[in-house]
T-cell receptor, first 115, second 109 residues
Framework: DTGVSQNPRHKITKRGQNVTFRCDPISEHNRLYWYRQTLGQGPEFLTY????????KSRLLSDRFSAERPKGSFSTLEIQRTEQGDSAMYLC?????????????FGPGTRLTVL | EDKVVQSPLSLVVHEGDTVTLNCSYE??????LLWYKQEKKAPTFLFML????IEKKSGRLSSILDKKELFSILNITATQTGDSAVYLCAPNRDDKIIFGKGTRLHILP
C-alpha cells in the first residue's frame, strides 16, 4: 500500500499522560499536514511541513502539542499532559508540491480517547 | 477570518434521487477548492476546482466553481446507498485547506 499510513489507529490514554502518533506520507510527497477532527466537524488544521521544515502552526494549537519531521519523511505528533478535550481523530495528509495544482491525500487517522 | 459554509448540513433522499450540495466560502489568497467524501474513516479526494465555470465530472458526481460568487456545488445523480457519507468542501489557501463542517448525506434504499 503506497498511501498515507498512520499509527496507532486507536489510542486510549488517561488524562495527564503523553501520547505520540506517527504518520508516514506517500513517499514522493514533500508536504505533510496534521489535522484534528471532532464529531460533527470538518478537519481542523494543526500544522504542516515542507520537507523537514515546519512552515505553519495553528494559533489554536496548545503548547502541549508538538510535531516533528526530522528527516523530511515520516512525522510525529506528540501531545503532552493530555486532557479530555484532546479526544479526537488526528488526521495526517500529504501532498506533492503545494500550490493550486496540489491535492492532499489523507491517512486513516488515529483516534485518541482521553479518559 | 476564513469562512466555509456548507448547506444543507444534513440531507436524506431516496435511492435514485439527484442531490445538490452547496458550499460558499470566504478565504484570503484562494488557490483552489477541493471536495472530499468522508465515510467512517479519513476523507477521500473527489475533485479539485481551480477555474470558474468548468465542470468536473466523475461518473455520477460533478462539481463546478464560481470564483466571482465564491460558491461551489457538488451534484450527485441517480444516488445509491453507497453515496451515503459526509461531503466536505475545502478551499485551499496558501496551501492550507480550510474545511467546512460538511453535508451529511443519507440515501434510503
Amino acid at each position: 500500500d503506497t498511501g498515507v499510513s498512520q499509527n496507532p489507529r486507536h489510542k486510549i490514554t488517561k488524562r495527564g499522560q503523553n501520547v505520540t502518533f506517527r504518520c508516514d506520507p506517500i513517499s514522493e510527497h514533500n508536504r505533510l499536514y496534521w489535522y484534528r477532527q471532532t464529531l460533527g466537524q470538518g478537519p481542523e488544521f494543526l500544522t504542516y511541513f515542507q520537507n523537514e521544515a515546519q512552515l505553519e502552526k495553528s494559533r489554536l494549537l496548545s503548547d502541549r502539542f508538538s510535531a516533528e519531521r526530522p528527516k523530511g519523511s515520516f512525522s510525529t505528533l506528540e501531545i503532552q499532559r493530555t486532557e479530555q478535550g484532546d479526544s479526537a481523530m488526528y488526521l495526517c495528509a500529504s501532498s506533492s508540491m503545494g500550490g493550486a495544482a496540489d491535492t492532499q491525500y489523507f491517512g486513516p487517522g488515529t483516534r485518541l480517547t482521553v479518559l | 477570518e476564513d469562512k466555509v459554509v456548507q448547506s444543507p448540513l444534513s440531507l436524506v433522499v431516496h435511492e435514485g434521487d439527484t442531490v445538490t450540495l452547496n458550499c460558499s466560502y470566504e478565504v484570503t489568497n484562494f488557490r483552489s477548492l477541493l471536495w472530499y467524501k468522508q465515510e467512517k474513516k479519513a476523507p477521500t479526494f473527489l475533485f479539485m476546482l481551480t477555474s470558474s465555470g468548468i465542470e468536473k465530472k466523475s461518473g455520477r458526481l460533478s462539481s463546478i466553481l464560481d470564483k466571482k460568487e465564491l460558491f461551489s456545488i457538488l451534484n450527485i445523480t441517480a444516488t445509491q446507498t453507497g453515496d451515503s457519507a459526509v461531503y466536505l468542501c475545502a478551499p485551499n489557501r496558501d496551501d492550507k485547506i480550510i474545511f467546512g463542517k460538511g453535508t451529511r448525506l443519507h440515501i434510503l434504499p
